[in-house]
């Protein structure tokens, strides 16, 4: 089977020659053990962080290794008396067409209401970060206004929807019409603002007329400091990515002084601080997937060997919701 390791750190850009594809032995499988096939592999802006191997909150992706990445796919062997041939799994094999694993870190999936790739998405990692950032972080309440960057996003269209439910206003910052126009009218926020059209500040001030209560950031510079410019007293601000500054861009922040004017609680988070509150915010979020509470969006590549276009795709923007690559 194939799989997709990284050959070199990036050195500015990602660039395709950071990646190498290699063929690799199908492994015997030891007692306790079971195969997995993957059928699709998530693709992360924090697998940009990974591949630097500057100081972060978590360990560098280890050079000519299988790049990391969240999976699902379906067991197609199994020594392992807890898993059956047939059985849908999330797990973290990685850029790899197939994955060996104990069944420790596995999570088995219900396919029956939800299909496997949402469990990459609204229903995995992105939904996650969603639902603790709104409800453990920001504490949102119904009336406030919630303003989400990147919000056609994997991460940004599930906090928006989890916003509206909260009773909150939601106000997203995306790309381009069509993100757009899809956050509105697809996802029901109250309002979406390109910051592409050009007049950014004016469209954000007409989109919050009462103010910002609290911001979801997910992408920094000038996004980040439009939300400041509207924020409230004592607004907080989730900071969850700075997806504008991964390729090494500095992120200034003009609007510092309200911070200390409006006395704004700002507060970074990784989704992974809190594990205990995974099973309850995923559970959740399950519901309202398998309900059509929560919508989503996919842009699939197809194959393994389409993982680094993609990829690159995904930090400037192209990808239109959350991207996956397609492996069967
Ligand atoms: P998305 O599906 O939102 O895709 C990334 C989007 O970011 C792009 O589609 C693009 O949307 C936007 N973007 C890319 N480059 C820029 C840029 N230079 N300036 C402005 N916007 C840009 O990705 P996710 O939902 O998976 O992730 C969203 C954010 O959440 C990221 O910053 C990510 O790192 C962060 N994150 C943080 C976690 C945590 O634990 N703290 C966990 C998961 C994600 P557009 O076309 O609208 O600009």
Not at 166 to 180: P, T
């Amino acid at each position: 089977y194939q799989r997709i390791v990284l050959a070199n750190r990036p050195r500015g850009p990602v660039t395709p020659e950071n990646f190498r594809l290699e063929t690799v032995e199908v492994p015997e499988l030891a007692d306790g053990q079971l195969l997995v096939r993957n059928h699709y592999l998530s693709l992360d802006p924090y697998m940009r962080g990974r591949m630097s191997a500057a100081k972060s909150y978590a360990a560098p992706q280890a050079l000519d290794e299988t790049m990391i990445g969240g999976t699902v796919g379906e067991v197609v062997a199994s020594r392992n008396p807890k898993y059956a041939v047939g059985d849908f799994v999330a797990g973290m094999f990685g850029w790899s067409e197939m994955g060996v694993s104990d069944g420790a870190l596995l999570r088995k999936l219900d396919t029956t209401r939800i299909p496997p790739s949402a469990y990459l998405g609204p229903v995995g990692m992105p939904g996650m970060t969603a639902w603790y950032g709104l409800n453990q972080i920001l504490q949102a309440k119904a009336g406030e206004t919630v303003v989400v960057s990147a919000a056609s996003g994997a991460v940004g269209g599930v906090l928006g929807q989890l916003a509206k439910l909260r009773g909150c206003r939601a106000v997203g910052i995306a790309g381009g019409r069509e993100k757009c126009d899809y956050v509105v009218d697809e996802l029901g926020f109250d309002a979406c603002v390109d910051y592409k059209a050009g007049k950014l500040d004016e469209d954000l001030a007409a989109a919050t007329p009462v103010g910002v209560d609290a911001i979801f950031e997910n992408v920094g510079g000038a996004v980040f400091d439009a939300a400041l410019a509207r924020t409230n007293a004592f607004a907080r601000v989730a900071l969850c990515g700075l997806i504008a500054g991964y390729g090494g861009e500095e992120l200034p922040i003009k609007n510092a002084r309200l911070l200390l004017l409006n006395r704004i609680t700002l507060r970074g988070f990784i989704v992974t601080e809190h594990p205990e509150l995974w099973p309850q915010g995923l559970g959740e979020l399950a519901g309202l997937v398998a309900g059509g509470k929560i919508k989503y969006r996919e842009t699939i590549a197809d194959g393994l060997a389409a993982a680094p276009e993609a990829f690159m795709g995904l930090l400037k923007g192209k990808n239109f919701g959350k991207q996956l690559v397609r492996l069967i």
